[in-house]
């Protein structure tokens, strides 16, 4: 199974500031993907990153909010930009392996927004 | 689109007592259901998957999930319950053809007490 190591693992932030997080994998993989779990909720995909291409966001997320790189096929960042306290979150890197496409996590990014 | 309902946002139970957390989707096509569980302060991991083949799927560490067409479900049980099951289980789907992009349900929280 991959290992999906996230930089920083948590962080205090000011509103108005601009966060990138790390997604690390140690092996490459095609697809990658951001979820953002709020605070007593259950996680929204953000985006679909894939190497060589722009990432696609779903519905409400939006590049300047998000924007994201896919520099090679094994790391990915997330930028959450000018942040506000809604944006206090954890978000979680994943990423596609073998054949049935099982989606492995990883911890997660705790991000509080003050 | 596709929707995955936990009807149950927390569920309590005695250790070795059975357990049964619900989830049930809602989609127009064919679907791939998953339940992950993410222990506290750690990031998700998959505890069991439905893909094609027999209804009736089971972890390592005694869960069991059936899917189950007609009423559109993937109840997930454990005949008796240990205190180290304590977690949050989500249940997810994901559409044939769909990227492996996967919807969320809103998580159900298990405690089990002594």
């Known amino acids: 199974s991959a290992v999906i190591s996230q930089k920083p693992s948590r962080d205090i932030c000011q509103r108005g500031t601009s966060l990138t997080i790390q997604c690390q994998v140690d092996s490459q993989v095609t697809m990658m993907f951001w979820y953002r779990q709020q605070p007593g909720q259950s996680l929204t995909l953000i985006a679909t990153?894939?190497?060589?291409?722009?990432?696609?966001?779903e519905s409400g997320f939006v590049i300047d909010k998000f924007p994201i790189s896919r520099p090679n096929l094994t790391f990915s960042t997330l930028t959450v930009s000018n942040m506000s306290p809604e944006d206090s979150s954890i978000y979680l890197c994943?990423?596609?392996?073998?054949?049935?496409?099982?989606?492995?996590f990883g911890e997660g990014s705790r991000l509080t927004v003050l | 689109a596709q929707s995955v309902t936990q009807l149950d946002s927390q569920v309590p139970v005695f250790e070795e007592a059975p357990v049964e957390l619900r989830c049930n989707y809602s989609s127009s096509v064919s679907v791939y259901l998953f339940w992950y569980v993410q222990y506290p302060n750690q990031g998700l991991q998959l505890l069991l998957k439905y893909l094609s083949g027999s209804t009736l799927v089971k972890s390592i560490n005694g869960f069991e999930a059936e899917f189950n067409k007609s009423q559109t479900s993937f109840h997930l049980r454990k005949p008796s319950v240990h205190i180290s099951d304590t977690a949050e289980y989500f249940c997810a789907v994901s559409l044939w053809g769909g990227g492996n992009k996967l919807t969320f349900g809103t998580g159900t929280q298990l405690k089990v007490e002594l």
């Open positions: 990153a894939n190497q060589g291409s722009e990432a696609t966001y």
């Open positions: 994943s990423v596609v392996q073998g054949v049935t496409g099982e989606l492995f």
